[in-house]
């Protein structure tokens, strides 16, 4: 099975512009996760989908909106680009089972605003 | 909202030392809790995780981790560390219940060097 796939790998962007981000989830899975990776922090989260609906967001400004399609990829659109949005971005693909949740994450998408 | 707090952001031991990473978490309820590690070059792996009962775990590559409750903590620990180890390694929870809604919470990260 393929793991969590994310294009494109590499972006640049300059301030002021808008840039959407892809994400594939694990065969099966039905609900993915985005986190912002600033170099020397861990991840941190900035939505959840599940079965094409909003579950869970983070603290994040309204610049930052995602969806989830019938085939349970998602999308995560950031508008108006700021220099601090340089991160690596994750897609995690989740797996949940009663209490018990995991998250797979895939290899990320580097996002440079210049 | 819950916090992760891992203690040390750098450290660095020899080949065949042994390995303990120390995590805390603020969370007073029932967590999920894991440890993620990202080689370089790579993206982040699961190395294991804690949902219930037995408190020490074990994961990938010889690693295991024991959850102490009244602690807080869910540290990583190897007997005898390899080269290969070198690494980030990210200790994460995720609330339950939440369904989620608040994602994982990951600590700062700690950047793990083996000297050969």
């Known amino acids: 099975d393929a793991g969590v796939t994310q294009s494109p790998t590499h972006l640049i962007k300059t301030r002021g512009q808008q840039v959407t981000l892809r994400c594939s989830p694990i065969?099966?899975?039905?609900?993915v996760s985005w986190y912002q990776q600033v170099l020397g922090q861990g991840p941190q989260f900035i939505f959840q989908?599940?079965?094409?609906?909003?579950?869970g967001r983070g603290n994040f400004p309204d610049r930052f909106s995602a969806r989830q399609f019938p085939n349970y990829s998602s999308e995560l659109n950031v508008n108006a680009l700021l220099l601090g949005d340089s991160a690596l971005y994750l897609c995690?693909?989740?797996?949940?089972?009663?209490?018990?949740?995991?998250?797979?994450f895939g290899p990320g998408t580097r996002l440079l605003v210049l | 909202a819950q916090s992760v707090s891992q203690h040390n952001h750098h450290v660095i031991l020899s080949e065949a030392a042994s390995l303990e990473l120390g995590c805390n978490y603020s969370?007073?309820?029932?967590?999920?809790l894991f440890w993620y590690v990202q080689y370089p070059g790579q993206h982040l792996q699961l190395l294991l995780k804690?949902?219930?009962?037995?408190?020490l775990v074990k994961g990938i590559k010889g690693f295991e981790a024991e959850f102490i409750k009244s602690k807080f903590s869910f540290n990583l620990r190897k007997p005898s560390v390899q080269w290969s180890d070198t690494a980030e390694y990210f200790c994460?929870?995720?609330?339950?219940?939440?369904?989620?809604?608040?994602?994982?919470?990951f600590g700062k990260g700690t950047h793990l060097i083996i000297q050969p």
């Open positions: 804690y949902f219930s009962g037995d408190p």
């Open positions: 995690a693909s989740r797996y949940q089972a009663l209490n018990q949740e995991t998250q797979y």
């Open positions: 989908y599940y079965e094409k609906e909003e579950r």
């Open positions: 994460a929870v995720n609330v339950i219940p939440g369904g989620g809604a608040d994602g994982l919470t």
């Open positions: 065969s099966g899975h039905k609900s």
């Open positions: 969370y007073g309820g029932t967590v999920n």
